[in-house]
């Protein structure tokens, strides 16, 4: 949809099968994955006792929300090509959430590292399971306190008839006043910079400590710095409008295609790398998903007597 214009175009019924076959396949192999590494989580109790890697599971859970919401959408402007006002509202409002959280919940895993190495002896007594679901839900609050205010002035400057019409489920679309659009792009600039600055200062302090080389400390300035790396995609969502507008003024013929292709690219592919960070890197998370997907169980090769397996 031209965002200037009434103008709508479609894909070819073939060229649109491909895409969302594409984008499910992917969409699924992630969400599969990264169910298995909450399903890790879950069913060992020494995870649910390790702020670190509560934080690191909610992060988990939000790129499978997002990417979730992420293929609904994208099904659905295929599908049926327009949605229901209120609940394409519903849907962006966590979609949009889900993003923020995000940098929010990568700023707090970087200073639990920072607290881990500069501070082991205070480290059980600032960082405990409590503040840690506290601070989960500051991130809540954080973004829905970003979203909520322009969604109240969406709600009182439309006609109650307008939520119950059909529109296509864009975050543009329904926020069309200039102004939200403003305050949309300062609050992200904020969020940015508190973050990155954030990110920084843990990485300089554990860079220091890891002069002492110390195993934990050089680990944990690795860590700070994929951090760092997935702050950078997380920054790629804030140019997914321009890019698309930029890219469109040059090749008005390919809209459609350059819309498909900067949204798997900036809402996909960054969400495989919050399991490699832990999933794959870290040597314990690792052992404990390898048994829940490789499970051992006991055979019978005699009466009476029973070898363990691996399955």
């Known amino acids: 949809m031209n965002l200037t214009t009434t103008t709508v175009t479609r894909d070819p019924r073939h060229i649109a099968i491909t895409k969302n076959v594409f984008t499910v396949v992917i969409s699924v192999s992630i969400i599969l994955f990264n169910s298995a590494l909450v399903q890790t989580f879950r069913s060992h109790q020494v995870f649910f006792t390790n702020p670190r890697y509560i934080l690191y599971i909610h992060l988990v ?3 499978i929300i997002m990417l979730a919401l992420f293929l609904i959408l994208q099904l659905i402007s295929y599908v049926v090509f327009t949605l229901n006002v209120s609940f394409c509202l ?7 959430s889900s993003n923020l959280n995000n940098p929010l919940t990568l700023a707090a895993m970087a200073l639990e590292c920072y607290l881990a190495v500069c501070f082991p002896l205070r ?5 405990t399971v409590r503040k840690t679901y506290f601070v989960i839900g500051a991130v809540w609050f954080l973004s829905m306190l970003t979203v909520l205010p322009d969604v109240f002035v969406v709600m009182a ?5 307008y939520f119950g ?12 006043n200039p102004a939200l659009s403003k305050k949309k792009e300062v609050s992200n600039i904020a969020y940015l910079v508190i973050v990155w600055l ?19 400390a050089r680990k944990a300035r690795n860590t700070v710095l994929l951090h760092g790396f997935q702050l950078l995609l997380c920054m790629l969502s804030y140019i997914h409008s321009i890019s698309i507008q930029g890219l469109s003024s040059l090749f008005p013929k390919d809209i459609l295609d350059i819309r498909y292709v900067i949204s798997v690219l900036i809402q996909i592919l960054p ?9 794959l890197r870290d040597k314990m998370f690792r052992e404990y998903l390898h048994k829940s997907l490789l499970p051992t169980r006991k055979i019978s090769i005699f009466p009476g007597k029973t070898q363990r397996r691996s399955s």
């Open 123 to 127: 480290y059980a007594q600032v960082c």
């Open 165 to 176: 019409s059909s529109i296509f489920c864009l975050w543009a679309n329904i926020f069309t």
């Open 90 to 96: 519903f849907l962006l409002i966590i979609a949009v």
């Open 271 to 279: 969400r495989l790398i919050s399991p490699i960070v832990y999933g």
């Open 198 to 216: 954030t990110l920084f200062y843990a990485y300089f302090r554990i860079l220091f400590a890891a002069q002492a080389a110390s195993a934990n």
């Open 157 to 161: 400057t439309n006609p109650v008839e």
């Open 61 to 63: 859970i939000n790129d």
